[in-house]
């Protein structure tokens, strides 16, 4: 296969390749730099190719595997890659809208799949999410067809429990604002209606992370507020409805991403860090 013709089939597969890495790394900058690894090494390659795509494959999905295992030595959280990518913009319905939904992942599957090995992930990846066989698999991993069905089935029971967005957009923004209206006005009845009974929250704070389940821990929470002191508005978090909140001095003191199911909240993540929350792209106030 001449240069040209090398290039032309490289950047064909080039979108595939992203979203494979992507869903492996849960990172968009790590997932670019694996997918341009697997450019040198197709520009090194002497021998014949006869499936591009399948190479490319095979490829992408071992550098990612390097990648998870380097993170683990250097006790690296997908979660902080995971934070420093958020994509807080205004929420509107714009075309770039959807290619962020498209590019980005929700926190409640980045959870999930950090959880698993990476010969686990990489088998549910590959297998459920892009339909590859499971000999190929095997291959890709370096075990059995039948070692790769079981990496794969482990996989799936612990992401078949991840809460995903349901309902039209719309009613999930308005979910959003019965939240902030109900918690402007301290109505916790209210609140109750829209917060799942078992809902899960993650709080980030300069001093550390913890995870919180139940909405009476949200109502403690309004309830230790004042709304009068604070500035709160709907935003878009990773493409879906969340929350951007000022302080007094105008500052960025909260951020909150969604996860809506049925008409409620069953999934909220709070960065609450001051210095994480300088350091990113937020809309004006």
Do not use: Y
């Amino acid at each position: 296969m001449d240069t040209d013709s090398l290039t032309a089939g490289f950047e064909k597969n080039r979108p595939k390749m992203l979203a494979l890495a992507t869903r492996m790394l849960s990172s968009r900058a790590d997932a670019e730099d694996a997918v341009q690894e697997a450019w040198f090494r197709l520009d090194r390659q002497t021998e014949h190719i006869d499936n591009l795509g399948g190479w490319l494959t095979r490829v992408v999905g071992r550098i990612c595997i390097d990648i998870l295992r380097s993170r683990a030595t250097r006790s690296e959280s997908a979660l902080e890659v995971w934070e420093a990518e958020l994509v807080v913009t205004e929420d509107t319905d714009g075309p770039e809208d959807a290619a962020v939904v498209a590019d980005t992942l929700g926190l409640a599957l980045v959870v999930v799949l950090e959880s698993l090995r990476p010969d686990e992930r990489l088998a549910f990846v590959l297998h459920d999410l892009f339909a590859v066989p499971f000999a190929e698999v095997g291959s890709i991993i370096g075990c059995s067809t039948d070692a790769a069905k079981m990496l794969a089935s482990r996989a799936r029971r612990k992401v078949q429990g991840v809460p995903l967005p349901n309902g039209g957009r719309q009613q999930r923004r308005d979910v959003v604002d019965a939240f902030l209206a109900a918690a402007r006005g301290g109505d916790f009845d209210a609140l109750l209606r829209v917060l799942d009974p078992e809902m899960t929250w993650h709080l980030h704070m300069a001093r550390g992370r913890s995870v919180q389940v139940g909405a009476n821990e949200v109502l403690r929470a309004v309830r230790r507020g004042d709304p009068t002191r604070v500035e709160a508005r709907r935003v878009s978090v990773n493409g879906e409805p969340g929350i951007l909140a000022w302080g007094p001095s105008g500052r960025p003191i909260a951020l909150m991403s969604c996860t809506i199911v049925d008409g409620r909240m069953v999934d909220v993540v709070s960065i609450l860090d001051p210095a994480r929350l300088a350091g990113m792209d937020l809309p004006a106030r």
